[in-house]
């Protein structure tokens, strides 16, 4: 199975990702995690990257696109399927991963669109923290640390990504809307689009998957 998460920041794709991996043992494909990769190598490349996510702003199609269709050609990891995190964001890479599959004749399944209320995804934002060394997900009320300031998994440094402060998650929203909105109607027309409740807890959201793909 080959799908595509879909929804506004925090809208808890990561928590449906952890689920699909578990359930359907899909390979988790984030583009974040891989922009983040080489903003920790500290390349030229990752400095650019650096100075647009922390405006919310989002990355070129060019770049974004390269990097998935690089990712999408390692096979070896891929055999059970794989979600795509992240990607495609606007129209043009969603087009331009149609190209993609088609040329490696492996067509998307399904397009899981997460939709959930706004001044919820704030406060999950504003209060998310990661950990520095493993990259574990908490939240300050949600989910907090066992110890403050401390992941439970590695014990390493919990901190709050420049891009999780309310101005730049608004900013982040409205970039959403404009640009990433129109996916929802691209693959509502390919009869790809399956919607999900952003705003259920991990369990809610369990059933509500296994219903959905049943």
């Given at each position: 199975?080959?799908?595509?998460?879909?929804?506004?920041?925090?809208?808890?794709?990561?928590?449906?990702?952890?689920?699909?991996?578990?359930?359907?043992?899909?390979?988790?494909?984030?583009?974040?995690?891989?922009?983040?990769?080489?903003?920790?190598?500290?390349?030229?490349?990752?400095?650019?990257?650096?100075?647009?996510?922390?405006?919310?702003?989002?990355?070129?199609?060019?770049?974004?696109?390269?990097?998935?269709?690089?990712?999408?050609a390692n096979v070896a990891d891929l055999?059970?399927?794989?979600?795509?995190?992240?990607?495609?964001?606007?129209?043009?890479?969603?087009?331009?991963?149609?190209?993609?599959?088609?040329?490696?004749?492996?067509?998307?399944?399904?397009?899981?669109?997460?939709?959930?209320?706004?001044?919820?995804?704030?406060?999950?934002?504003?209060?998310?923290?990661?950990?520095?060394?493993?990259?574990?997900?908490?939240?300050?009320?949600?989910?907090?640390?066992?110890?403050?300031?401390?992941?439970?998994?590695?014990?390493?440094?919990?901190?709050?990504?420049?891009?999780?402060?309310?101005?730049?998650?608004?900013?982040?929203?409205?970039?959403?809307?404009?640009?990433?909105?129109?996916?929802?109607?691209?693959?509502?027309?390919?009869?790809?689009?399956?919607?999900?409740?952003?705003?259920?807890?991990?369990?809610?959201?369990?059933?509500?998957?296994?219903?959905?793909?049943?």
């Open positions: 199975m080959r799908v595509v998460l879909l929804g506004p920041p925090g809208a808890g794709k990561g928590s449906l990702a952890g689920l699909l991996k578990e359930k359907y043992h899909l390979a988790h494909i984030s583009t974040g995690d891989m922009l983040r990769e080489e903003i920790k190598k500290g390349t030229p490349l990752g400095l650019e990257i650096k100075a647009l996510i922390t405006k919310g702003s989002l990355v070129s199609d060019e770049l974004v696109t390269k990097l998935v269709e690089q990712r999408l055999k059970n399927g794989y979600m795509l995190d992240g990607f495609p964001r606007t129209v043009k890479q969603a087009q331009d991963l149609d190209l993609i599959l088609s040329k490696l004749n492996t067509p998307l399944n399904y397009a899981l669109n997460m939709e959930a209320d706004s001044n919820l995804l704030l406060k999950r934002l504003t209060g998310r923290r990661v950990c520095r060394k493993c990259g574990a997900l908490f939240h300050v009320t949600n989910k907090p640390p066992l110890s403050p300031g401390l992941c439970d998994a590695c014990g390493g440094e919990l901190y709050q990504r420049t891009d999780d402060n309310e101005e730049t998650i608004k900013e982040r929203m409205n970039v959403y809307m404009t640009s990433t909105q129109p996916i929802i109607e691209y693959y509502a027309s390919q009869q790809k689009l399956k919607k999900l409740d952003g705003n259920l807890d991990t369990d809610e959201l369990c059933e509500s998957l296994a219903t959905l793909l049943k």
